[in-house]
């Protein structure tokens, strides 16, 4: 019998990375673990799909692999969740972390949330968001913000479907290159 | 002659903090510097006002002084500036550091730009804004990003004319408290 996709957690104490694997909903087996230096060629892949989509990113792989060597290699900086279909990566998850004066804790910024394309439809990103639902929780992330394309339904809807709300509050940004 | 506020700076190399004090467009002399942990009671009256006025927030002073201190005593996290008026705390905003893996650099998060309500309508925030995009730009962040209330036109407005652009993402947020 299949197991169900993890809860998501708040504060819950289920473990975070059950040795046997996580089925998601169409059975495939994946694992999710905390990226490696080594991971970063497939991460690379990853991201290029999702800025190739995004309106507001460019694809850079040399700026990719700097970027993603940074957060690897920084923990406090953030974590890098990726999951796996045996040794082939078929998503990734980006949580960084950052201080909220409003709440006086630590609170996560969930970027890079891709699957891989010939993966999608599986839900693999529904089982991969709430596991990092779960890990934030564990790390003491009081909130996770995170920003999406103002028209992509199918993300937004991704999104409500597991728990985030859309703020009232409107983006703004300066380039400094 | 008032001197003019510092412009904004992306690699400019004008010193970032003049000795003198800074000439705002009305002609208040105000000095910038880095946050210390005994501002922290100042501070926290600024952000009550802030977040009394956002939608999203609500003040709670013993989080806010937590969340000072996080980011005051950690210069990897953030920076927090501060304008004065002699002795008096007139403005503060906030610098959070993290990484983008879109640009491989680091970038900023700027939060909680407020300044004293008795001293609104002086050009303080304008000349605190430039300051905190120069800082930012000294500090090597290659793009800076805000949040703001999505009906508040006068800050968006505000925004713009510092050279901001809206962005075409959303925020989503989930509370794990």
Same mark, same amino acid.
């Given at each position: 019998?299949?197991?169900?996709?993890?809860?998501?957690?708040?504060?819950?104490?289920?473990?975070?990375?059950?040795?046997?694997?996580?089925?998601?909903? &169409?059975?495939?087996?994946?694992?999710?673990?905390?990226?490696? *230096?080594?991971?970063?060629?497939?991460?690379?892949? *990853? *991201?290029?799909?999702? /800025?190739?989509?995004?309106?507001? /990113?460019?694809?850079?792989?040399?700026?990719?692999? #700097?970027?993603?060597?940074? @957060?690897?290699?920084?923990?406090?900086?953030?974590?890098?969740? @990726?999951? &796996?279909?045996?040794?082939?990566?078929?998503?990734?998850?980006? *949580?960084?972390?950052?201080?909220?004066?409003?709440?006086?804790?630590? @609170?996560?910024?969930?970027?890079?949330?891709?699957?891989?394309?010939?993966? $999608?439809?599986?839900?693999?990103?529904?089982?991969?968001?709430?596991?990092?639902? &779960?890990?934030?929780?564990? $790390?003491?992330?009081? #909130?996770?913000?995170?920003?999406?394309?103002?028209?992509?339904?199918?993300?937004?809807? /991704?999104?409500?479907?597991?728990?985030?709300?859309?703020?009232?509050?409107?983006? /703004? #940004?300066?380039?400094?290159?």
């Amino acid at each position: 019998m299949p197991l169900n996709p993890p809860a998501v957690g708040r504060g819950g104490t289920a473990p975070l990375m059950p040795a046997s694997g996580i089925r998601n909903e &169409r059975d495939a087996i994946m694992k999710i673990s905390i990226a490696k *230096l080594n991971d970063i060629p497939e991460l690379c892949e *990853l *991201l290029h799909s999702l /800025f190739d989509q995004e309106a507001e /990113f460019i694809p850079d792989q040399q700026a990719q692999q #700097r970027g993603l060597a940074e @957060v690897i290699g920084r923990p406090d900086v953030g974590d890098i969740l @990726v999951a &796996r279909d045996g040794v082939e990566i078929i998503g990734m998850v980006n *949580l960084l972390y950052t201080i909220s004066t409003a709440l006086g804790e630590r @609170v996560a910024l969930l970027e890079d949330m891709v699957v891989s394309p010939s993966r $999608r439809g599986q839900g693999i990103g529904s089982t991969l968001l709430n596991h990092a639902i &779960r890990f934030a929780t564990e $790390r003491d992330c009081k #909130r996770i913000t995170l920003l999406t394309d103002g028209d992509n339904e199918g993300a937004q809807k /991704f999104y409500m479907r597991h728990g985030f709300s859309k703020s009232a509050m409107t983006v /703004f #940004r300066l380039s400094l290159t």
